[in-house]
């Protein structure tokens, strides 16, 4: 009785989960700006939660996309998750190109130069001390 229970209980979460991937895809692709943010705060919530499930790479591709965003809420939220992925992954990030010669930090770092929002501006320190922070231990000069 109960591993039936916890198998229909698996393929429950595991049907709610992909059901929340497709919507999510769906939402990252609508030209509203306000579902774009609500998608990446969706994926961040999934990344955070069932992290194995979230393909990360292609959720950083999306997040560099947005970060030129004109909207400023879209731009705040790529990089809130990009600062929590830092916060986990930092050595991914840290060798994410987002351009052919421009590494993630770099252009973070860049940003900090452009926007004149505190609360982005915060969260661009936070994401780029994360990523430096992690490369910085590995190879102390």
């Known amino acids: ?19 929340c991937l497709v919507g999510c895809a769906a939402m990252q692709i609508h030209p509203d700006p306000l579902v774009q943010y609500t998608a990446i705060q969706c994926l961040q919530q999934l990344h955070l939660f069932a992290p194995r499930h979230v393909n990360m790479k292609a959720l950083v591709v999306y997040l560099c996309n947005s970060l030129f965003s004109k909207h400023l809420l879209l731009r705040r939220e790529c990089i809130a998750c990009l600062r929590q992925l830092a916060q986990r992954h930092p050595h991914e990030l840290a060798d994410h190109r987002v351009k052919e010669d421009q590494y993630l930090a770099s252009v973070v770092m860049e940003m900090l130069d452009l926007e004149q929002d505190e609360i982005l501006c915060d969260h661009n320190r936070e994401a780029v001390s994360a990523i430096l922070g992690a490369v910085a231990a590995e190879n102390p000069r």
């Open 1 to 19: 009785w109960y591993q039936r229970r916890v198998r229909v209980e698996s393929k429950s979460i595991a049907h709610g989960r992909n059901v």
